[in-house]
């Protein structure tokens, strides 16, 4: 019998929750979404858990969800990640050592954060996620009787998603731009392995969220700049690094955007809705939001087919 999983993605703004068969791949099966109440999450933190409950609650009764394992996201300015080479040794590394490695590289005291790591061929990543907003996530599902099995990073869940799309023999560099609001990241997917390329601020009011000055030509720059940086830092990492493709999801851009960044890195753009469509059946108009902005959720999913046998 098929697996399913509940991803539910809650962010500053609206929760999307996608139900999807898990079995070698994912099957999108169910889909929907629905607005936060104003001031609700703040940063990424649920400030009125009881509203997020309330919305969250209205959202699985109308899907009619057959299953209540579920997997839920933490924000990207929520996590630190690092990547670091892999060592022989890490194959085996305890819990005690994770916490020793981990408090090297992070500046923040450990007993704040929920730790764990996971080891690719040449990168070790280490991930310290905030415990509190973790925990506060985690207690809105279960009130409404669901089973939490993982609370991910998004730019994990970002991973996870183009894992399962590009297959156990992955062939392309991907340079993938999750926005969110009010933080968006970068994750690198290098023929399988992973590097997180940082976080940087998207003002609401590009979206229509809130007002502000400030224009789509100057995110432009801030996202081209941003970009630059990352590969940079990621190409001294793993010098084979040949970039090549850009994933723009989470939300679409405006029109000219994503040719601007096309052009400015000679790089071809993902056709998100058709990718998404032919590897995991999404159909964007019986969801009612773009594939774009499935991405995190399908990503939560996709990290269930690890924790579920």
Request: aromatic letters at 8%; glycine letters at 6%; charged letters at 20%.
């Amino acid at each position: 019998m098929a697996k399913r999983i509940l991803g539910i993605q809650i962010g500053e703004y609206r929760v999307i929750c996608v139900e999807a068969k898990i079995s070698g791949g994912i099957v999108a099966e169910k889909i929907a979404t629905a607005p936060l109440p104003e001031l609700s999450v703040v940063n990424g933190v649920i400030t009125k858990p009881m509203e997020v409950v309330e919305v969250l609650e209205a959202i699985i009764t109308k899907m009619e969800i057959v299953t209540d394992n579920t997997i839920l996201n933490i924000p990207a300015n929520l996590a630190q990640i690092k990547c670091i080479p892999t060592e022989e040794n890490y194959l085996n590394i305890t819990h005690d050592e994770l916490e020793w490695e981990l408090a090297q590289h992070f500046n923040e005291p450990m007993e704040e954060f929920t730790t764990s790591a996971f080891v690719l061929p040449i990168t070790t990543v280490l991930i310290a996620a905030k415990t509190v907003p973790m925990e506060v996530r985690a207690s809105i599902a279960e009130k409404v009787g669901l089973t939490v099995l993982s609370v991910d990073p998004e730019p994990i869940a970002i991973f996870n998603l183009f894992s399962t799309i590009e297959g156990s023999k992955p062939k392309r560099d991907i340079v993938i731009i999750n926005i969110q609001v009010p933080y968006s990241h970068i994750v690198i997917f290098a023929r399988g392995e992973f590097w997180n390329g940082g976080i940087f601020f998207t003002p609401p009011e590009l979206f229509n969220l809130s007002e502000g000055k400030k224009t789509w030509r100057e995110f432009t720059d801030d996202l081209v700049s941003t970009i630059k940086i990352a590969m940079r830092t990621y190409t001294k990492f793993n010098p084979a690094f040949e970039p090549g493709t850009i994933a723009i999801v989470g939300r679409i851009l405006k029109e000219g955007v994503s040719s601007t960044i096309s052009s400015q890195f000679n790089a071809d753009i993902v056709d998100i809705p058709s990718l998404l469509k032919k590897k995991t059946k999404f159909k964007h108009k019986k969801a009612k939001i773009s594939a774009e902005e499935s991405a995190v959720a399908l990503g939560l999913v996709a990290h269930g087919q690890t924790l579920i046998r």
